[in-house]
């Protein structure tokens, strides 16, 4: 027993520190698959976001991040329900944004990847089928890193060749801190950043380059929060710059809002909780009658007020407690884990 002791604690020490793997069978899209994701307001970023930091035990504070209105979702499909994707030979699955459709190859043998084949809409079309950009190799966890050049042709006012490369790096394994008091343990933060030259003939037309950054949770198939930068510089014209983030519909949540009557009235812990929901009121507001709703504004609970609430079977995801009292109506969001 005394030789077993030592070999028990690093198994154990191995489990408690374990990482976050993504893993193709969990966190690569499918067909069926929708995505919907909030436009983020990033202004309150005077001085830039976190994005510089990296490495084990980060620590992302993204607590100003204000969610928008607008909202981007993505169907995924198949090929057979897209007009153009026999232009896109391989490709097995679309992603389908508006207007815009991205064409993607899963493989499993001889590895198991994702690969980008290009894009196309009205106006602007690359086509990446004979020479893919790997954007992702399965298992990945923190330290993986992927090079890969990849190749084309694209056209929009006019047409060329294209030539890149993709640099895919999991450079960040901590805690990610959002609005609204949630805090994610164990994110894996994926960067990539894509540089592309294009031509015509052997006159040069322009460069694009961008980067983006996506926070992934164990609760999440999709990531939690993707923050991207676009640098494109044409042949002799100065290069435009452009930066957005969005987040995932579980975490970044519009309708039912929290106001500043809350801040002083109500508080709720933990945030986020697995079981037991506690929700303090002052006194001065002389609560009525205690609500849960869903994200989508559903009621599934409703009492007269009590300090503790068993939320043990509701299920993962942004919910709101709702007092109602002799001084008006308060809203607080919090994260079932």
């Known amino acids: 027993m005394r030789k077993l002791l030592p070999a028990l604690l690093f198994l154990f020490a191995i489990k408690a520190n374990a990482q976050l793997v993504l893993t193709q069978a969990a966190n690569e899209p499918i067909i ?6 909030h436009v983020l307001d990033t202004t309150n970023f005077s001085s830039g976001m976190p994005i510089g930091v990296t490495g084990t035990n980060a620590v992302w504070n993204f607590t100003s991040m204000i969610t928008t209105t607008a909202v981007i979702t993505s169907a995924y499909v198949s090929t ?3 007009s153009g994707a026999s232009a896109y030979p391989g490709s097995n699955y679309v992603q389908k944004q508006g207007a815009l459709n991205t064409y993607f190859k899963s493989t499993t043998t001889p590895t198991t990847q994702t690969e980008f084949l290009g894009i196309g809409s009205s106006s602007l079309n690359m086509n990446f089928s004979s020479n893919s950009a790997i954007g992702a190799v399965y298992p990945m966890t923190f ?3 992927i090079s890969d050049n990849f190749s084309g042709s694209f056209s929009f006012s006019v047409s060329g060749n294209v030539n890149g490369n993709v640099v895919t790096t999991a450079d960040g394994t901590g805690t990610l801190n959002l609005m609204d008091n949630i805090s994610l343990t164990n994110v894996l933060r994926v960067k990539s950043v894509q540089n592309m ?3 015509t003939g052997p006159f040069p037309v ?16 999709f990531p939690v929060l993707t923050i991207n930068y676009t640098s494109i510089a044409l042949t002799g014209q100065s290069p435009t710059v452009t930066a957005g983030a969005t987040g995932n519909k ?12 809350a801040d002083a009235q109500l508080s709720v812990y933990p945030n986020p909780v697995k079981d037991i929901l506690t929700v303090n009121v002052s006194e001065a507001f002389k609560p009525g009658k205690i609500s849960v709703y869903t994200q989508l504004g559903q009621l599934i609970y409703s009492t007269s007020y009590e300090r503790n609430i068993n939320v043990n079977n509701l299920s993962k995801g942004i919910y709101f407690v709702e007092i109602s009292g002799e ?8 994260l079932k884990d």
């Open 250 to 261: 579980n975490y970044f949540v519009v309708g039912m809002k929290e106001n500043s009557l």
């Open 143 to 145: 330290g993986n890193n």
């Open 206 to 221: 322009g460069t694009i380059k961008q980067t983006t950054y996506n926070y992934y949770h164990s609760t999440e198939k």
């Open 32 to 37: 069926g698959d929708t995505s919907r994701v």
């Open 327 to 334: 001084k008006g109506v308060v809203h607080k969001k919090f």
């Open 80 to 82: 057979t329900a897209v």
């Open 197 to 199: 030259t294009m031509t």
